[in-house]
C-alpha cells in the first residue's frame, strides 16, 4: 500500500511557491521569514487531556497532545465535516519518530487522496494541523511544524559520588551551576568504587552498579536537589567498571562493564527504574566511558578488552546501541566522558600502557569522535566527569600513583582549563551526573 508521509507542505498562492518551515516561519521563494503567528493557528481549538491509546477518534475543533511513548496512535478523523472544521494533533513527548501516528480519513478526501492511503506522520517533535477544504481534496494540512530544538539545560548542577581512597567511600560532592565544588557530603548507600551514573528525567540522577567487596548490581537515586537516596536493589547483572549516559532527554542507560567483560545494557526510565538486561552490541569490554550528544543520544567509547582500544558504540534517542565504531584517538580505559556546548561531548584523561594521560578528544553532535587533543592539566585516570550548567563540563578526582581531588573545567567550545585546587576527598574510580 502507498503511503504519505508528513514533512514539509509547499503552499501555493499569488504565483509564488512558499515553504512552511521546521523553525516554524513561513519562508518565501526569496527565503525572507515572516513569522507564523501561532495565536490566529490555534484559534477556536479546544484542547483536550493528553492521550496514551493507541486509539483515538478525533472531534473537529478539537486539539490533541498524543503521547506515543508506549504504542503507535491510530487516529480516525470525523465521517463528516464542514468546509473550515480544523483540528490540530501535537507530539506531547517528542517520540513520534519512535512510535508514529497514523491518520485515517473514514470515508473521506486526505489532500485529494481517498482514505485506502495510509497518512502518517513520524517526525519527534512534530505539530500538525489539519482543515477541511471540500470533496475533492478533503483534508488539507495547513500547518506540518518540527520542532528541532529543545530548550538548553542551563542552570545544570552536578554531583561525584562514591570512590576509593584505600577503601570504598560513598561520600558525594555537588557542584555548582558556577562550576564550584563543594565540601563532603556525608555518604549514603552502600560504600564502592568503578560504579557509573547518569541523569534521567531532565533534572534527575542515579548511581548504578559498581564494586564493594564484590560485583554489585544496586542503585541510588538523586534528587533535583542534589540528595542521594538509600539503596535500590539491583537490576541486572551485577558488575563494575561499566559507563553510563543519557539518552532521549529524559531517560539513561548502563553499559559494559567487568563481569565478564560484557556489552549488555540496562535502560533507565524517565522515573529512574532500571530495566532488565539487554543483550550486548559491539565489543565487550570494562573501564570505559560514555557520554551525551546530540541533545538526545549517547556513545560509549574506549576501555580495556584485555587490551586498551578506543571502539566506540552510538546510542539512538531510543536506547538502541549500535554496533562497533572503528576507534579514533589513542586506546585507553579509566578514563571519563561528559557534555558540553549543549549538543557535544568529550573523553578525556585515562590509562594508555600503564600510564596517566590528559588527552582529550571531541564528539561533534553528530557523534564523530575526533583525533586527540593535546592534554590540559594533571594526567591521570580513574577520573569522573558531569555536564553542568547545560553548556559546560568538568573533570574531577582520579589517580595520578596518588588519589587527588583536583578538577578541570570544560568550556562551551570544549576547551579544558588548568586545574583547579581539589575539594574534598581526594579518590578514584567514582561516579558523576548532572541533576537539577
Given at each position: 500500500m502507498s503511503g504519505i508521509v508528513g514533512s514539509k507542505i509547499n503552499i501555493r498562492g499569488s504565483g509564488k511557491i512558499a515553504k512552511l518551515g521546521t523553525d516554524g516561519q513561513v519562508l518565501t521563494s526569496s527565503g525572507a521569514g515572516v513569522e507564523a503567528n501561532y495565536e490566529d493557528v490555534a484559534a477556536g481549538i479546544s484542547w483536550q487531556s493528553v492521550v496514551t491509546g493507541s486509539t483515538l477518534t478525533a472531534v473537529a475543533g478539537n486539539g490533541y497532545w498524543i503521547d506515543?511513548?508506549?504504542?503507535?496512535?491510530?487516529?480516525?478523523?470525523?465521517?463528516?465535516?464542514?468546509?473550515?472544521?480544523?483540528?490540530?494533533?501535537?507530539?506531547?513527548?517528542?517520540?513520534?519518530?519512535?512510535?508514529?501516528?497514523?491518520?485515517?480519513?473514514?470515508?473521506?478526501?486526505y489532500q485529494s487522496d481517498d482514505d485506502t492511503l495510509e497518512v502518517i506522520y513520524q517526525t519527534d517533535g512534530q505539530v500538525v494541523k489539519i482543515s477541511y477544504s471540500d470533496a475533492t481534496n478533503g483534508w488539507i494540512p495547513t500547518l506540518d511544524q518540527t520542532v528541532a530544538d529543545v530548550p538548553s539545560k542551563t542552570g545544570l548542577n552536578g554531583i561525584f559520588g562514591y570512590g576509593y581512597t584505600s577503601s570504598n567511600h560513598n561520600m558525594s560532592n555537588l557542584v555548582s551551576n558556577a562550576g564550584v565544588v563543594a565540601t563532603d557530603v556525608t555518604g549514603v548507600g552502600t560504600a564502592r568504587r568503578t560504579l557509573a551514573a547518569t541523569e534521567y528525567g531532565t533534572d534527575k540522577g542515579i548511581f548504578g552498579y559498581?564494586?564493594?567487596?564484590?560485583?554489585?548490581?544496586?542503585?541510588?537515586?538523586?534528587?533535583?536537589?542534589?540528595?542521594?537516596?538509600?539503596?535500590?536493589?539491583?537490576?541486572?547483572?551485577?558488575?563494575?567498571?561499566?559507563?553510563?549516559?543519557?539518552?532521549?532527554?529524559?531517560?539513561?542507560?548502563?553499559?559494559?562493564?567487568?563481569?565478564?567483560?560484557?556489552?549488555?545494557?540496562?535502560?533507565?526510565?524517565?522515573?529512574?527504574?532500571?530495566?532488565?538486561?539487554?543483550?550486548?552490541?559491539?565489543?565487550?569490554?570494562?573501564?570505559?566511558?560514555?557520554?551525551?550528544?546530540?541533545?538526545?543520544?549517547?556513545?560509549?567509547?574506549?576501555?580495556?578488552?584485555?587490551?586498551?582500544?578506543?571502539?566506540?558504540?552510538?546510542?539512538?534517542?531510543?536506547?538502541?546501541?549500535?554496533?562497533?565504531?572503528?576507534?579514533?584517538?589513542?586506546?585507553?580505559?579509566?578514563l571519563a566522558a561528559c557534555g558540553y556546548g549543549g549538543d557535544k561531548g568529550i573523553f578525556g584523561y585515562g590509562d594508555t600502557t600503564g600510564v596517566s594521560s590528559k588527552l582529550t578528544n571531541l564528539v561533534s553532535n553528530t557523534g564523530v569522535v575526533a583525533t586527540d587533543t593535546t592534554g590540559v592539566g594533571t594526567a591521570r585516570s580513574g577520573l569522573a566527569a558531569t555536564q553542568y550548567d547545560g553548556h559546560k563540563g568538568i573533570f574531577g578526582y582520579g589517580n595520578t600513583g596518588s588519589k587527588v581531588s583536583m578538577t578541570n573545567l570544560v568550556s562551551t567550545a570544549g576547551v579544558v582549563a588548568t586545574d583547579v585546587t581539589g575539594v574534598g576527598t581526594a579518590r578514584a574510580y567514582l561516579a558523576s551526573c548532572s541533576y537539577n
Open positions: 506515543t511513548t508506549s504504542n503507535a496512535c491510530v487516529i480516525t478523523l470525523p465521517a463528516s465535516a464542514s468546509i473550515g472544521d480544523t483540528i490540530i494533533f501535537a507530539d506531547y513527548a517528542r517520540t513520534w519518530g519512535t512510535n508514529n501516528i497514523e491518520l485515517d480519513s473514514n470515508g473521506l478526501n559498581g564494586y564493594t567487596s564484590t560485583v554489585v548490581s544496586m542503585s541510588n537515586l538523586v534528587s533535583n536537589t542534589g540528595v542521594i537516596a538509600t539503596d535500590v536493589t539491583g537490576v541486572g547483572t551485577s558488575r563494575s567498571g561499566l559507563a553510563a549516559c543519557s539518552y532521549g532527554d529524559d531517560k539513561g542507560i548502563f553499559g559494559y562493564g567487568s563481569a565478564g567483560p560484557v556489552s549488555t545494557t540496562n535502560l533507565v526510565s524517565n522515573t529512574g527504574v532500571i530495566g532488565t538486561d539487554v543483550s550486548g552490541v559491539g565489543t565487550a569490554r570494562e573501564t570505559l566511558a560514555a557520554c551525551e550528544y546530540g541533545d538526545d543520544k549517547g556513545i560509549f567509547g574506549y576501555g580495556d578488552t584485555g587490551s586498551k582500544t578506543a571502539v566506540t558504540n552510538l546510542v539512538s534517542n531510543t536506547g538502541v546501541v549500535a554496533t562497533d565504531t572503528s576507534g579514533v584517538g589513542t586506546a585507553r580505559n579509566y
